[in-house]
């Protein structure tokens, strides 16, 4: 049974840097401390669902000092995402892993819904497709699950818009994929979808 990695593209929960949507909010302070909540969860999430290796794609590098002080939970890889934009990087990643023979999952950390639960299913339909999708009510997606590799899923995609999924899934269709649409989820990206965060995300 071939092995499916997990990849977690994240910014350092860095003021300033990370969630800077949601500072209006927030405040800086505010949303980076959510911003790191919801890294941490979705990487402990990542590791209970034991579905193979768990890789932390960062940016900027681990050593740099955005990381200071940030407590990442054992047992994960970590690797830099490197340049270009957001298509450019994902790219990379998971040509990288699916040319040694694994399938991927790429995830971010925006989605609060993302559990263990959710991402062995995902692994799940892997068996019995090239790729599965769970999109996002803005028209984004919050997991990308691939067999197959191809750089037209990456490659001039109109990222940050309500386009992303549905050119994504477009794009599937037209290389003759199998592919599995998973539920719908919701990212925590802007003040009005703070009330998906569950009661236990401190949010000030």
């Known amino acids: 049974m071939t092995s499916t990695r997990i990849i977690i593209f994240a910014k350092a929960p860095l003021p300033g ?7 209006p909010a927030l405040g800086a302070e505010g949303a980076a401390k959510l911003a790191q909540q919801m890294l941490i969860n979705t990487l402990h999430e990542a590791l209970a669902a034991g579905i193979g290796t768990v890789e932390l794609c960062g940016t ?12 990442l939970p054992l047992g994960i890889e970590i690797t830099d995402q490197g340049e270009g934009d957001l298509g450019a ?32 299913e995902a692994a799940q339909s892997l068996h019995e ?28 995609m109109p990222w940050s818009t309500d386009a992303v999924a549905r050119t994504t899934i477009a794009r599937i269709g037209q290389l003759g994929w199998s592919l599995h649409v998973g539920q719908m989820l919701h990212d925590v990206d802007a003040p009005q979808d703070l009330k998906y965060l569950s009661p236990k995300m401190v949010v000030a």
């Open 17 to 23: 840097f990370a969630k800077t949507r949601l500072i």
């Open 60 to 71: 900027p590098k681990i050593d740099d000092v955005a990381w200071q002080g940030i407590k």
């Open 89 to 120: 990087r994902l790219a990379r990643a998971s040509e990288r892993v699916i040319e040694n023979a694994e399938a991927v999952l790429l995830i971010g950390t925006d989605c609060v819904e993302m559990s263990a639960t959710l991402l062995r």
């Open 129 to 156: 497709h090239d790729a599965v999708i769970h999109c996002t009510a803005d028209g984004g997606y919050a997991l990308l699950g691939l067999k197959r590799y191809s750089a037209v899923l990456f490659s001039e």
